[in-house]
Every structure is written in structure tokens, then in C-alpha cells.
């Protein structure tokens, strides 16, 4: 079955410490996406990749970190320096190259700080 | 940065009643798709639409691309229906997708 998986379902965590999202894809998709949801409002963009070993900055990086070592797989950081990390995770996949690249999301992480 | 507004926020209907929604953005874009977002949180790809009209089942969706604004169109409404309906847009020469805040459907039986 050709997906986007993200684990865990739901996460907890302690004020001061790391947590890891994972994002995992089949697709054969070149460009993967981690977008962020707060109650009542739509996604914003924490970081993208286009490529193996090559991400950039979404518009709010600040207090994640991300990691493109394989094509499949993205995993998000969200660091201690994150003030508010309580939040709806989103993981995308797209194709690159021409003018169609459609999105396709994952199910999701929900993180809660404790 | 592109602005995304989607009118109205919230909508509520009866089972079998048909509806609008709109999505209006402020610049050029190369891409248009239109989510539903389910109870559980997952989005599902409705339309992939930039330009034109596209039809699958009981919805369909329009983009006029040159006055900036689609419009998804839900017919004969099921409860199933229910939840958030967004559209989201790439800028020409971007990558990622800018999201409107949504149109939160509610179908009663």
C-alpha cells in the first residue's frame, strides 16, 4: 500500500526535553514537507526537503530541526527552544520537477506538553 | 507572502441541502488543491484544481486562476460530510502550500 506514515499517534512531552516525529513515505516522492496546526487555523510550513541531504527553512523553523539521510524518510525535531510545541504535526510528500506536484499529507502526530 | 481567505467560516446544513464554498488568494499561483480534514485529523486530497472545473461524485470545484478565487461545491450533503474544508495554494517559484484558516462544514441529519 503506497502512504505516508507518522508515528507516534500521539506524543507527550516534559517542558526541557527533545522529541523526535517520525515521517516515513513509499511513494518514491523526491520532496517531503513538515507542516504545523494550531486549534481553529490552517498549516504553516516548520521545514521542507527537495532532495536527499538538502532541507530548508518553512516559515516557522524556529525550535525544530530536521534530517534528510534517506528518500523516504524526514524526521522532525522539536527541540527544548520551542516556546509553544503544543500542536497538530503534519508530514507531506510531493513529487518535483514540472508544474504538477500535488501534496499528499500524513495522518499525523498530536503533541502535547506536559 | 500570498494571502488565503476562505469565506464562510462556518456553515451548517441539513442532509441533502447543496453549498458553496469559496477560497480567494492574493497573487499568482501554480497550484490549487482543495482538503478535508476529517474528525481524526487526517487531510484528504478532494481536488488537485490550478485552472478549470473538475467534478468527482457529489463535489466539484472550480478555479478561475486570472480573477484569483475557486469555489468547491458540495451537492446533495451527507452527515460524512461534516468537518474542515481547506484550500491551500503554491506561489509560482514556491514550494510549499499556503493554507486558508478553513470553512468548518457541519451536516445535520
Partial sequence: DGGITQSPKYLFRKEGQNVTLSCEQNLNHDAMYWYRQDPGQGLRLIYYSQIVNDFQKGDIAEGYSVSREKKESFPLTVTSAQKNPTAFYLCASSTMGGRYNEQFFGPGTRLTVL | ?109
Fill in chain 2, 1 to 109: 507572502g500570498i494571502q488565503v481567505e476562505q469565506s464562510p467560516p462556518d456553515l451548517i446544513l441539513q442532509e441533502g441541502a447543496n453549498s458553496t464554498l469559496r477560497c480567494n488568494f492574493s497573487d499568482s499561483v501554480n497550484n490549487l488543491q482543495w482538503f478535508h480534514q476529517n474528525p481524526w485529523g487526517q487531510l484528504i486530497n478532494l481536488f488537485y484544481i490550478p485552472s478549470g472545473t473538475k467534478q468527482n461524485g457529489r463535489l466539484s470545484a472550480t478555479t478561475v486562476a486570472t480573477e484569483r478565487y475557486s469555489l468547491l461545491y458540495i451537492s446533495s450533503s451527507q452527515t460524512t460530510d461534516s468537518g474542515v474544508y481547506f484550500c491551500a495554494v503554491r506561489e509560482e517559484d514556491d514550494y510549499k502550500l499556503s493554507f486558508g484558516a478553513g470553512t468548518t462544514v457541519t451536516v445535520r441529519a
